[in-house]
């Protein structure tokens, strides 16, 4: 007897999954290169993006600021082409940043991801989260 076949949306929050697992948990660039779309649009707060090199280079500005940056997935709902992901990063906070150096302080956010699938890569995708929050941590006494 044969398994039933995945559903789009189930296939959709598979790799939606493991966007953030082998992305950011793991920091396999091979997995950016073969789930983002050559013209993929990454809309962030405060900065967009365009295909693999950007994700790259902006995943490369995150683990600076928090080498043992961790991803925790708290749930991802998808339908159809698309897939929402809650997330909580979790790190140290070792890398200088504009007006706030390195405090060696434990920090986490949390946000949402909004992640738009055709023919198994992401197209575009749009991040929320709170960043006057993450400054606010990390200048706190």
């Given at each position: 007897?044969?398994?039933?076949?995945?559903?789009?949306?189930?296939?959709?929050?598979?790799?939606?999954?493991?966007?953030?697992?082998?992305?950011?948990?793991?920091?396999?660039?091979d997995?950016?290169?073969?789930?983002?779309?050559?013209?993929c649009?990454g809309?962030?707060?405060?900065?967009?993006?365009?295909?693999?090199?950007?994700?790259?280079?902006?995943?490369?500005?995150?683990?600076?600021?928090?080498?043992?940056?961790?991803?925790?997935?708290?749930?991802?709902?998808?339908?159809?082409?698309?897939?929402?992901?809650?997330?909580?990063?979790?790190?140290?906070?070792?890398?200088?940043?504009?007006?706030?150096?390195?405090?060696?302080?434990?920090?986490?956010?949390?946000?949402?991801?909004?992640?738009?699938?055709?023919?198994?890569?992401v197209?575009?995708?749009?991040?929320?989260?709170?960043?006057?929050?993450?400054?606010?941590?990390?200048?706190?006494?």
């Open positions: 007897m044969s398994s039933p076949e995945c559903s789009e949306s189930d296939r959709h929050r598979e790799l939606a999954r493991r966007w953030f697992l082998e992305v950011w948990n793991e920091r396999r660039s997995t950016i290169e073969e789930l983002a779309h050559p013209q649009a809309h962030h707060e405060g900065q967009e993006s365009r295909g693999p090199r950007d994700i790259e280079a902006m995943r490369a500005q995150l683990i600076h600021l928090m080498p043992d940056l961790h991803v925790v997935i708290e749930d991802i709902i998808a339908e159809g082409e698309n897939a929402v992901v809650r997330w909580r990063f979790q790190g140290t906070h070792c890398g200088e940043m504009p007006g706030v150096p390195a405090t060696g302080r434990r920090c986490e956010f949390a946000g949402l991801t909004w992640l738009k699938f055709r023919h198994g890569q197209v575009e995708g749009w991040d929320r989260w709170n960043q006057a929050a993450f400054i606010q941590q990390l200048k706190a006494a």
